[in-house]
């Protein structure tokens, strides 16, 4: 097999070059990380999770017609999707008061907003990814206002989608984070959802008895993050019950 050339390396996926011009291969990591990865450990199984989890919600997500990157899953732990140009935001879209918006504003921890309150964060991770306006985000250029826009429409769609979907598993989802692509057609310039959707990227609560099913697991060391993980992917039919996540392959070198 043709060794593949790696191109970008984050906390959680790694990716390589696709097999055809404008495409990349997505590979889903075992490695867990909180609070800027001062604290790390490596879930086994996280990685295939989050792959056919992910799966699941890009394929959903074009079935709405709302744009994203996925084109196919190769394998348990990788997918194929559009290269596309990152805008450097991290775009977050809250429902309930959790995380950070809990401390930093003073509320209760799960209290309901008045309405879906969407976020911005500058991608950055020796800066701690710090929240940003969207006067800073025109100020330095990160985008534009008719970006600005399309990326607000995009994100209060994400979440409508999402919020049904978990709903009907008998899931609240509190909030999630997004990454927005710019793709290029000719001239012509469209903005898709980029990266992942999966428990890592939001926060899942048991409708009925608030279990946390989401990354909370691991920052805050209440359990197994690969059966909270598994039990969305059940309830979402993604894995067949009683399923084995396939843990990470040995690599001879």
Known sequence: MARRTKIYEGKAKTLYEGPEPGTLVQYFK????????????????????????????????????????????????????????????????????????????????????????VEYCLKDDKLGDPLVTEEHIAAFGWASQQDMDDILSLALRVNDFLSGVMY???????????????VYDGDFQRLIVADEISPDSCRLWDIETGQKLDKDVFRRDLGSLTDAYTEVANRLGVMPKGATPMNRPTLIN
Do not use: W
């Open 30 to 117: 075992d490695d867990a990380t909180a609070f800027n990865a001062q604290k790390k450990d490596v879930i086994e199984g996280k990685g295939v999770l989050n792959n056919l989890l992910s799966e699941y919600f890009m394929t959903g997500l074009t079935n709405v017609g709302i744009p994203n990157h996925f084109l196919k899953r190769l394998n348990m732990r990788e997918q194929l999707v559009r290269a596309c140009e990152i805008v450097p935001l991290e775009v977050i879209v809250r429902n309930y008061a959790a995380g950070t918006m809990a401390t930093r504003l003073g509320i209760d921890e799960g209290t309901q907003l008045p309405r879906p309150v």
């Open 168 to 182: 009907g598993v008998g899931i609240r989802l509190v909030d999630f984070k997004i990454e927005i692509g710019r």
